[in-house]
C-alpha cells in the first residue's frame, strides 16, 4: 500500500471534527413533517442522536470530496439518507426479537425507553424519510431515482435484510463463505451504497465505480469482522452489550481471535489497495478508511 503525502497542515482530526458537525446538525434539525408531536418522532430523534460513530455519512462525504466537492448538498442529503436506514437497522436489530439488547451508543437502546411498538414506528418513518431525503433532492431525475434504487437495494432483500434475515436463522453448522456472504448482505451492502450513492451522483465513470464498489466490498465485510471482534470488549469501551453474540453465528467464533483479527487486517488492506488509482485525490476517504480500521469501538 502506497501512503502519498498529506496536504501541509491537513488533519484527520480537524477533518472528521468539521464532517461530523455538519452531519450531526443535519440530523438534529431533520426535517421530518408530523402534524401532531407524537412518541414515534421522539423515538426517531432518539434513534439517530445518541451519537454513533458516523462512518458511513462520512465515507459518503469523503467519496464525495473525490469528486471536486460538487454536489454539495445533494451529497450531504445522500450521507443522510444513508445514516438514517443504518439507525433504523440498529434501533431495530436490538429489539427484543432480534439480539434483545439494552445499551446502544452508551445509552439505552431505544425500544427500553419508548417501547417495542414505538420503536417499530420510529424504524420504518426513518426508511420513509430517507427515501422521502432522496426524492426531494435538486438535480437530474435520472440519477435521483438511481439513488433511490440503490439505497432501497442496500435495504431491502438484496441487501440488509436478508443479511440479517440470515443471521437470525442461525444454524450451528456453518462455513466461512457462508458467513461472509451473510455478512457481507447485513452490513456490506450499505457501505457499497456509501460509495455508489455519491458516484451517481457525481456522475463518476465507470471504472472509478468499480475500484470504489470493490474497496466498499472489502471495507464492508473488514467492518463486520472487526465488529465480531469487539463483542467480547466491555460496554464502557463500545457502548453496547457486551457479549451480544452468543446466539449468532460470528467470525470470532468461526476462526478464532487471532485469524478473525488476520482476516479483518487482509480485508482492509484489500479495501485500501483499491484506492491507489485514485493516488493523492483520494486522501480523505484513505485516512478515514485507517481511522474506521484503527477504531477502538
Ligand atoms: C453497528 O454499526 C452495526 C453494524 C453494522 C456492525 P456502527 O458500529 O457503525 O454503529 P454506530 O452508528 O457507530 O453506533
Ligand atoms: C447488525 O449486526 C448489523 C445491522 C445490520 C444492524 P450486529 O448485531 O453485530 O450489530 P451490533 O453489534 O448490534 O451493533
Ligand atoms: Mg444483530
Ligand atoms: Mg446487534
Ligand atoms: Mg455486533
Not at 439507525?87 to 439505552?108: K, N, Q
Not at 449468532?248 to 479495501?271: C, D, I, K, S, Y
Request: proline share 5%; aromatic share 4%.
Amino acid at each position: 500500500m502506497h501512503n502519498p503525502p498529506l496536504p501541509s497542515g491537513w488533519t484527520l482530526s480537524a477533518y472528521l471534527q468539521t464532517q461530523r458537525r455538519r452531519i450531526q446538525q443535519a440530523l438534529t434539525h431533520l426535517p421530518v413533517a408530523t402534524p401532531l408531536p407524537c412518541p414515534a418522532r421522539q423515538a426517531l430523534q432518539h434513534g439517530i442522536d445518541a451519537g454513533g460513530k458516523r462512518f458511513r455519512p462520512l465515507m459518503v462525504l469523503a467519496c464525495a470530496d473525490l469528486y471536486q466537492q460538487g454536489h454539495r448538498q445533494e451529497m450531504l442529503q445522500a450521507a443522510l439518507a444513508v445514516e438514517c436506514i443504518h439507525c433504523a437497522s440498529v434501533m431495530l436489530d436490538d429489539l427484543p426479537c432480534m439480539d434483545d439488547a439494552r445499551l446502544r451508543r452508551g445509552t439505552p437502546t431505544t425500544h427500553r425507553v419508548f417501547g417495542e411498538a414505538q420503536t417499530i414506528l420510529a424504524a420504518m418513518a426513518l426508511v420513509a424519510q430517507a427515501n422521502l431525503m432522496l426524492l426531494g433532492m435538486a438535480g437530474k431525475k435520472q440519477s435521483i431515482l438511481a439513488c433511490l434504487e440503490r439505497l432501497n437495494q442496500a435495504l431491502g432483500l438484496q441487501g440488509l435484510c436478508a443479511g440479517q434475515s440470515l443471521d437470525l436463522a442461525a444454524a450451528s453448522e456453518f462455513d466461512l463463505s457462508t458467513l461472509e456472504g451473510i455478512h457481507a448482505y447485513k452490513t456490506g451492502a450499505l457501505f457499497l451504497a456509501c460509495v455508489q450513492l455519491p458516484c451517481l451522483l457525481a456522475g463518476a465513470p465507470a471504472r472509478e465505480v468499480a475500484w470504489l464498489s470493490a474497496y466498499a466490498r472489502n471495507l464492508g465485510l473488514a467492518f463486520q469482522v472487526k465488529d465480531d471482534l469487539l463483542d467480547e470488549a466491555p460496554s464502557s469501551l463500545t457502548g453496547k452489550d457486551a457479549h451480544q453474540d452468543g446466539k449468532r453465528r460470528n467470525f470470532v467464533h468461526l476462526l478464532g481471535r487471532p485469524a478473525a483479527e488476520q482476516l479483518h487486517e487482509a480485508l482492509m488492506n484489500a479495501a485500501l489497495d483499491q484506492l491507489e488509482p485514485f493516488g493523492s485525490a483520494c486522501f480523505h476517504l484513505r485516512e478515514l478508511t485507517k481511522h474506521i480500521r484503527d477504531r477502538p469501538s
